[in-house]
């Protein structure tokens, strides 16, 4: 294992991860303009805890939560030692923030992100990402985020942003529906400096294809990927601020908002059923109301629906749902 952690290693995450939570609820206080956000701080039996903040019935967010953790314990659960075997009969220590915002206006994105940091024995890794999943298509508002991103990825290594693209791509898939959640950003994992970037399950992916041509890396030292995963965290803002400045204002019906709601059953299902931190959350015994406030707190589903050919819903299914390359478009002239 190249460069262990030095002493202070899980201090110096956890002040981050409480950092971040804390700048990013002040910028999004100031995005809402009415509402703050309320804490609630809890204790795990087996060790650690967290602070949950949650704001409701905001100007801009009808529900927000962003969560600070560190958990240990004797050992980790089953969906962790599934890829790392070699952490098995170790303690482990795991500390991460957290975000699921869910928008009142249509034309506003859901966005969510996490990073996350874990210990367990001879091993160590950081993990995390950030996507954005629109209710209506605008290729302006993809491009920034992605663009933003991709920024903070070149910063650190050339090759980050294409892995961590089509991973994330890979991962925010709902297999039973056969489409995407969202159009994506960034996700990575099992990040230990070593050898080549996708450390995900399935070999025949974008992803790991990507990842195999380029081959292994250089090893990068636990404070490149620590000082990454701050850049990536501080890029959150800039990703998502101007985005909702530009609809905020935008006028919508009860057409728009069904279809919000409609859309936002995807969410329910792909966090309740493949989502890894979900999982985590509920193997290790974490705060069940912290864990499932990545839920939206209105929904509905429809049978069979499927979206009027010619609308912007059915160019959603039909463009944004599948993987494009956002970072490198340009306006039409």
């Excluded at 460069?3 to 991860?17: E, K, Y």
């Excluded at 206006?105 to 950081?126: D, K, Q, S």
């Amino acid at each position: 294992m190249p460069n262990p952690p030095g002493a202070d290693s899980q201090a110096r995450v956890s002040q981050f991860m409480k950092q971040i939570q804390d700048e990013i609820c002040q910028g999004l206080e100031q995005l809402d303009g009415k509402s703050k956000f309320q804490e609630d701080s809890w204790e795990r039996p087996e060790g650690g805890g967290g602070r949950s903040r949650v704001l409701r019935d905001g100007d801009v967010f009808e529900q927000g939560g962003v969560n600070f953790s560190e958990v240990w314990g004797k050992n980790l659960p089953p969906s962790i030692l599934a890829q790392r075997p070699e952490a098995e009969g170790h303690g482990f220590y795991a500390t991460g923030t957290s975000m699921v915002l869910h928008p009142r206006n249509p034309y506003i994105p859901t966005v969510h992100l996490n990073y996350r940091y874990f210990e367990a024995g001879p091993v160590w890794w950081f993990g995390g990402g950030v996507d954005l999943t629109p209710y209506y298509p605008f290729a302006e508002d993809a491009a920034h985020f992605h663009k933003t991103f991709k920024a903070a990825c070149d910063r650190h290594h050339d090759q980050y942003y294409p892995v961590f693209k089509h991973w994330c791509d890979e991962y925010f898939y709902i297999k039973h529906r056969q489409e995407a959640r969202g159009i994506g950003g960034i996700f990575f994992d099992y990040q230990d400096g070593q050898g080549e970037l996708y450390r995900g399950p399935h070999s025949d992916s974008e992803a790991a294809k990507y990842s195999g041509q380029i081959g292994s890396l250089e090893t990068r030292d636990w404070e490149a990927l620590f000082a990454f995963v701050q850049d990536c965290g501080r890029a959150f803002l800039p990703s998502y601020q101007p985005i909702v400045e530009r609809h905020r204002g935008t006028e919508y019906g009860d057409h728009e908002r069904n279809f919000q709601l409609y859309r936002r059953g995807r969410y329910v299902e792909f966090n309740l059923v493949y989502d890894r931190g979900t999982i985590f959350g509920l193997q290790t015994n974490g705060r069940t109301e912290s864990i499932l406030m990545s839920l939206p707190p209105l929904v509905r589903w429809e049978y069979g629906y499927q979206p009027q050919p010619g609308t912007p819903e059915a160019e959603l299914y039909e463009t944004f749902l599948k993987p494009q390359d956002w970072a490198n478009w340009t306006a039409p002239n």
